[in-house]
């Protein structure tokens, strides 16, 4: 089993562009989570789902968007990056109810130019 | 609102034992979690405690005082690869099981 995969592993954008992150999981997780992460802090939650066809926000949700059609992926959107989108992106993904158990992905290295 | 506090840096001799503290506020708690995170890498899940008491895994033990709001993390036998940063993360909600992360305490384990 793969466990979490996130794609690209790293990326760099110029300001105003957009982007798609895509996270895909094989554990069969109701739960999926986006997170980011910024030198000194811990991680904070963009958007989260818990089923396919549902998100909801999370505590830092502006500028982004999400998307489940499929309960193995969860997509995050840039629609148009801000140099304060720079951070590293962590997908996670749990079983209901299991929340405090959360399956990482490697990351995605975000650059906004 | 929530918060949590955990000290920003723990150092340590191989073999010795380190604990690491965390404190919160928050409303809705349901239990304290604890992940690991090496440079560069993910985050992986340590222990979870929902109810007082000690929890125990191995070299690493964690625990709760939900009257005192307060838990540690506690590394016995620590290694050189026990070097990383440590979260304590609190769960709000019973059935969508968000978590509310700490800043992270990173742990350097001298030879």
């Known amino acids: 089993n793969a466990g979490v995969t996130q794609t690209p592993k790293f990326r760099v954008l110029k300001t105003g562009q957009s982007m798609t992150l895509l996270c895909a999981q094989d554990?069969?997780?109701?739960?999926m989570y986006w997170y980011r992460q910024d030198p000194g802090m811990g991680l904070r939650l963009i958007h989260y789902s818990v089923g396919e066809g549902t998100t909801a926000k999370g505590e830092v949700p502006d500028g982004y968007n999400v998307s489940r059609l499929k309960k193995q992926n969860f997509l995050l959107g840039l629609e148009s990056a801000a140099p304060s989108q720079t951070s590293v992106y962590f997908c996670?993904?749990?079983?209901?109810?299991?929340?405090?158990?959360?399956?990482f992905g490697p990351g995605t290295r975000l650059l906004v130019l | 609102g929530q918060s949590l506090e955990q000290p920003s840096e723990v150092t340590a001799v191989e073999g010795a034992i380190v604990q690491i503290n965390c404190t919160y506020q928050t409303s809705g708690f349901y239990g304290l979690s604890w992940y690991q995170q090496h440079d560069g890498g993910a985050p992986t899940f340590l222990s979870y405690?929902?109810?007082?008491g000690l929890e125990e895994t191995g070299r690493f033990s964690s625990f709760l005082s939900r009257s005192d709001s307060y838990g540690y993390l506690l590394l016995q036998e620590l290694q050189m690869k026990d070097s990383a940063s440590y979260f304590c993360?609190?769960?709000?909600?019973?059935?969508?099981?968000?978590?509310?992360f700490g800043r992270g305490t990173q742990l350097t384990v001298w030879p």
């Open positions: 405690n929902a109810l007082d």
């Open positions: 993360a609190v769960r709000r909600g019973s059935t969508l099981g968000r978590l509310y």
């Open positions: 996670a993904s749990s079983y209901p109810g299991r929340g405090e158990t959360q399956y």
């Open positions: 554990m069969n997780h109701e739960y």
